[in-house]
């Protein structure tokens, strides 16, 4: 059961480009959205997250958009670099659940290219 | 400071065998999660433990079951194996487990199941 629906499954950007990945979800119970990236062979990492009571979050070159109305949430890479191409995921979890059940999306394979 | 540890790297299994994968938390971490991610696809949550408890289960057979011991680590058992259970096999640990806690995750075991 897909909740949480990602797009592209693969993107190819320019080094110094603007990366852009979407999900959306149905389950409006969702309430905290946090971003994965994962390098071959290891597990995925942290990059950021938000919680649906702002539009917009931004950490250096990393900024989260989110629209609650439509259930969808963004990823943008501002001045993309060779060390970002790794794969993205999208995730979601309810508090309400009671514990830290992460709901991922099927990913993003990023290349960058010099 | 040590991350995630799970041990093995690698496993190859013939169908019908048992395995129990392992993985140390995060010092002062008190819950583990366990993920299963098939390749090309994002992680699927199976189960959650706090305080040697369970607090959450994914949508997974009953093959499957695990346990958290006083020193916080984890074992992921899998009974029956099927070749549909090969897959990258994650552990996550966080503080202490709530929803909006950051999950760190380990490098994986990738099984292998023929």
């Known amino acids: 059961q897909q909740q949480v629906k990602q797009s592209p499954q693969s993107l190819i950007v320019q080094k110094g480009g603007i990366s852009i990945i979407n999900c959306a979800y149905e389950?409006?119970?969702?309430?905290?959205f946090p971003w994965y990236q994962q390098f071959p062979g290891k597990g995925p990492a942290l990059l950021i997250a938000?919680?649906?009571?702002?539009s917009e979050k931004k950490e250096g070159r990393f900024t989260i958009s989110f629209n609650k109305s439509a259930k969808q949430f963004s990823l943008h890479i501002m001045d993309s670099q060779p060390g970002d191409s790794a794969t993205y995921f999208c995730?979601?979890?309810?508090?309400?659940?009671?514990?830290?059940?992460?709901?991922f999306g099927t990913g993003t394979r990023l290349t960058i290219i010099p | 400071d040590a991350g995630v540890t799970q041990s093995p790297t690698h496993l190859i299994k013939t169908r019908g065998q048992h395995v129990t994968l392992r993985c140390s938390p995060i010092?002062?971490?008190?819950?583990v999660s366990w993920y299963q991610q098939v390749l090309g696809q994002g992680p699927q949550f199976i189960f959650q433990?706090?305080?040697?408890?369970?607090?959450g289960r994914g949508n997974f057979p009953d093959r499957f079951s695990a346990r958290q011991f006083p020193n916080y680590s984890s074992e992921l058992n899998v009974n029956a194996l099927l070749l549909g259970d090969s897959a990258l096999y994650l552990c996550?640990?966080?503080?202490?487990?709530?929803?909006?806690?950051?999950?760190?995750f380990g490098p994986g075991t990738r099984l292998t199941v023929l």
């Open positions: 996550a640990s966080s503080l202490v487990g709530r929803s909006t806690d950051t999950q760190y």
């Open positions: 389950n409006t119970a969702f309430d905290y």
């Open positions: 433990y706090y305080e040697k408890e369970e607090r």
């Open positions: 938000i919680r649906p009571d702002v």
């Open positions: 010092s002062g971490h008190k819950s």
């Open positions: 995730a979601a979890t309810d508090i309400n659940f009671g514990n830290e059940k992460l709901t």
